[in-house]
């Protein structure tokens, strides 16, 4: 059985490049997508693809709903007024249209079917926590909460972070064609706790005044080859886009970074390697996966072998990989794991929400790798504070070593990877309780007759 190269181990730990990348990276005003900073990010995750010798380093554009902060303020009232308009207390969730709306504050908790079925939101502002409790039997997303209140008649929504100290947390709510149904915030779990105890006094009535810009933009993805002209190529992916709150160091300058770093790495042992293999960054993942979208519906999807996807991975330097039932992706990174003896988990859990899915709804094999962490939810993702003194060259060190060690095992010429009918995938994404959630905010991607 091949073994993962020494070559490629050594060189990793005696470089900088991801973290150089990395830093230039966070330095680019923001990468929200469609907007300049991604199409900066873009270009220099192409000039590192040139830099390292991989061939057809290219840019490609699409459309997407773009979308643009502007001001928002919420004015609480109880016994008395006070408003809340800094940027460390509430940020628009993206994808919100602009409203000005005078309500009552209705606190639904965790969000929860239960608690919407419960509540009186006709006209009124709903707040719920970023938390899903662990005896909940299923993990409810920001978005299902959101259309969740909008679908009981609420005319505004607040999404209340349950960590502390992490400030207020974004991510998107939009639609495909472009904003949401209703005004949308999210407000930091001390704003959030004070909130709540204002309403555990009665009624609270607040405004909530949101402007920001929705029309039509460019978002782009990036992608480079290496390894033999095969049929078949190994996808190593990514996504370059960040929202604009905060530097994107982990969510997911670290992915994009590793991306480069791999090709970097494969470029050193590239006659070694027996299927070509795609360094792929994608765009516009945070506000709907439209790159990873794009480049399903743009290529011939029988030539991927399988999928790497790194979001979340910078955490820790433990690396995780989710296979979602496809074994022989999980079985190379074991090979890894025993080789190099450093721990690297598999598990075959189905994760709908980031660029693999859109490969792995069809069927494809794919997975995203991302690195094990403490507690519940992103911490410092999604907010302000995602920025760089969070991270760790030695992380970015092992990390690479364990994802190129993947890539290499999965290019592979006699290890089959065979894809899986789009009915087994969608028995279990059934299985695994997310059939509720995704029809709730419209993202079903199954034929129910399937």
Same mark, same amino acid.
């Given at each position: 059985?091949?073994?993962?190269?020494?070559?490629?181990?050594? &060189?990793?730990?005696?470089?900088?490049?991801?973290?150089?990348?990395? !830093?230039?990276? $966070?330095?680019?005003?923001?990468?929200?997508?469609?907007?300049?900073?991604?199409?900066?990010?873009?270009?220099?995750?192409?000039?590192?693809?040139?830099?390292?010798?991989?061939? #057809?380093?290219?840019?490609?554009?699409?459309?997407?709903?773009?979308?643009?902060?502007?001001?928002?303020?919420?004015?609480?009232?109880?016994?008395?007024?006070?408003?809340?308009?800094?940027?460390?207390?509430?940020? @628009?969730?993206?994808?919100?249209?602009?409203?000005?709306?005078?309500?009552?504050?209705?606190?639904?908790?965790?969000?929860?079917?239960?608690?919407?079925?419960?509540?009186?939101?006709?006209?009124?502002?709903?707040?719920?926590?970023?938390?899903?409790?662990? &005896?909940?039997?299923?993990?409810?997303?920001?978005?299902?909460?959101?259309?969740?209140?909008?679908?009981?008649?609420?005319?505004?929504?607040?999404?209340?972070?349950?960590? @502390?100290? !992490?400030?207020?947390?974004?991510?998107?709510?939009?639609?495909?064609?472009?904003?949401?149904?209703?005004? %949308?915030?999210?407000?930091?779990?001390?704003?959030?706790?004070?909130?709540?105890?204002? !309403?555990?006094?009665?009624?609270?009535?607040?405004?909530?005044?949101?402007? !920001?810009?929705?029309?039509?933009?460019?978002?782009?993805?990036?992608?480079?080859?290496?390894?033999?002209?095969?049929?078949? #190529?190994?996808?190593?992916?990514?996504?370059?886009? %960040?929202?604009?709150?905060?530097?994107?160091?982990?969510?997911?300058?670290?992915?994009? $970074?590793?991306?480069?770093?791999?090709?970097?790495?494969?470029?050193?042992?590239?006659?070694?390697?027996?299927?070509?293999?795609?360094?792929?960054?994608?765009?516009? /993942? @945070?506000?709907?996966?439209?790159?990873?979208?794009?480049?399903?519906?743009?290529?011939?999807?029988?030539?991927?072998?399988?999928?790497?996807?790194?979001?979340?991975?910078?955490?820790?330097?433990?690396?995780?990989?989710?296979?979602?039932?496809?074994?022989?992706?999980? #079985?190379?990174?074991?090979?890894?794991?025993?080789?190099?003896?450093?721990?690297?988990?598999?598990?075959?859990?189905?994760?709908?929400?980031?660029?693999?899915?859109?490969?792995?709804?069809?069927?494809? %094999?794919?997975?995203?790798?991302?690195?094990?962490?403490?507690?519940?939810?992103?911490?410092?993702?999604?907010?302000?504070?995602?920025?760089?003194?969070?991270? &760790?060259?030695?992380?970015?060190?092992? *990390? =690479?070593?364990? *994802? =190129?060690?993947?890539?290499?095992?999965?290019? #592979?010429?006699?290890?089959?990877?065979?894809?899986?009918?789009?009915?087994?995938?969608?028995?279990?994404?059934? /299985?695994?309780?997310?059939?509720?959630?995704?029809?709730?905010?419209?993202?079903?991607?199954?034929?129910?007759?399937?």
């Amino acid at each position: 059985m091949p073994t993962v190269p020494t070559d490629l181990v050594g &060189d990793a730990y005696t470089s900088t490049h991801s973290w150089d990348l990395l !830093c230039d990276l $966070v330095d680019i005003d923001n990468r929200m997508a469609g907007q300049r900073g991604e199409a900066e990010g873009a270009e220099l995750v192409r000039d590192a693809f040139e830099s390292h010798g991989l061939r #057809e380093a290219e840019i490609t554009e699409f459309d997407i709903p773009g979308w643009w902060r502007g001001e928002c303020s919420l004015t609480a009232e109880p016994d008395r007024t006070h408003t809340f308009d800094e940027r460390y207390q509430l940020v @628009e969730l993206p994808g919100t249209p602009s409203g000005e709306i005078e309500a009552e504050i209705v606190d639904v908790g965790h969000g929860l079917p239960a608690d919407f079925a419960e509540a009186d939101l006709e006209g009124k502002i709903a707040m719920a926590s970023s938390l899903t409790p662990d &005896d909940h039997d299923r993990w409810i997303h920001r978005a299902e909460k959101y259309y969740a209140a909008a679908e009981a008649g609420a005319a505004g929504f607040l999404f209340r972070n349950h960590i @502390e100290g !992490c400030l207020p947390p974004t991510g998107s709510i939009g639609e495909d064609d472009g904003p949401g149904p209703i005004p %949308a915030v999210g407000v930091s779990k001390e704003v959030g706790d004070r909130l709540v105890r204002y !309403c555990e006094d009665g009624p609270i009535e607040a405004s909530l005044s949101v402007e !920001c810009r929705n029309e039509p933009a460019q978002s782009r993805n990036v992608e480079a080859v290496i390894g033999p002209d095969t049929d078949e #190529e190994v996808l190593f992916t990514a996504h370059v886009d %960040a929202h604009d709150v905060g530097e994107g160091a982990n969510d997911n300058g670290v992915g994009t $970074v590793l991306v480069s770093e791999v090709g970097r790495l494969l470029s050193r042992i590239e006659d070694d390697l027996e299927t070509k293999v795609r360094l792929l960054v994608f765009g516009a /993942e @945070e506000v709907g996966l439209f790159g990873a979208y794009h480049w399903v519906e743009t290529h011939d999807a029988d030539r991927v072998k399988c999928i790497v996807n790194v979001d979340g991975a910078g955490y820790s330097r433990n690396l995780a990989v989710y296979t979602h039932g496809f074994d022989p992706i999980g #079985e190379a990174f074991r090979e890894v794991s025993d080789e190099l003896a450093v721990p690297i988990e598999v598990h075959d859990d189905i994760r709908p929400h980031s660029d693999h899915w859109p490969f792995v709804q069809e069927g494809i %094999a794919g997975s995203q790798a991302r690195s094990t962490s403490e507690g519940s939810g992103r911490g410092w993702g999604h907010t302000h504070g995602d920025t760089l003194d969070k991270l &760790d060259l030695r992380d970015l060190r092992d *990390l =690479a070593v364990g *994802l =190129a060690g993947g890539v290499c095992k999965l290019a #592979e010429a006699d290890r089959e990877v065979d894809h899986k009918p789009v009915s087994e995938i969608r028995e279990a994404t059934i /299985e695994q309780g997310y059939e509720e959630g995704m029809r709730n905010t419209g993202d079903w991607p199954f034929d129910d007759a399937a």
